[in-house]
Nanobody, 126 residues
Framework: QLQLVESGGGLVQAGGSLRLSCAAS????????LGWFRQAPGKEREFVCA????????TYADSVKGRFTISRDNAKNTVSLQMNGLEAEDTAVYYC???????????????????WGQGTQVTVSS
């Protein structure tokens, strides 16, 4: 069983930056594609970005492309999300997710993921 724990959320002003981290334990994280999703109040959970198991491929939602960067350190079993140029519309609970795979894939759909963290709140004040 893989456990995921997010950290790094908080309150930031519009235009500011935050860095989220997700620590994986219980299994070897390099066997998993990792992704970030977010859910704002009253809205469905939406895809933010994903990174392949070796970190060779990434994909982003159009809404965050050019502002957010996903990276991973398999030696430390962590995945990070650097968020720059934050906007009020980025306010949400951010979730880390993992999918076991033997391929270099970057899933974009929540149902493609097997494991989820508990989420961390990001609030952007305008």
């Amino acid at each position: 069983q893989l456990q995921l724990v997010e950290s790094g959320g908080g309150l930031v002003q519009a235009g500011g930056s935050l860095r989220l981290s997700c620590a994986a334990s219980g299994r070897t994280s390099s066997d998993y594609a990792l992704g970030w999703f977010r859910q704002a109040p009253g809205k469905e959970r939406e895809f933010v970005c994903a990174i392949s198991r070796r970190g060779t491929a990434t994909t982003y939602a159009d809404s965050v492309k050019g502002r957010f960067t996903i990276s991973r350190d398999n030696a430390k079993n962590t995945v990070s999300l650097q968020m720059n140029g934050l906007e009020a519309e980025d306010t949400a609970v951010y979730y880390c997710a993992a999918r076991y795979t033997t391929r270099s894939i970057t899933p974009r759909t929540a149902t493609d993921y097997n494991y989820w963290g508990q989420g961390t709140q990001v609030t952007v004040s305008s």
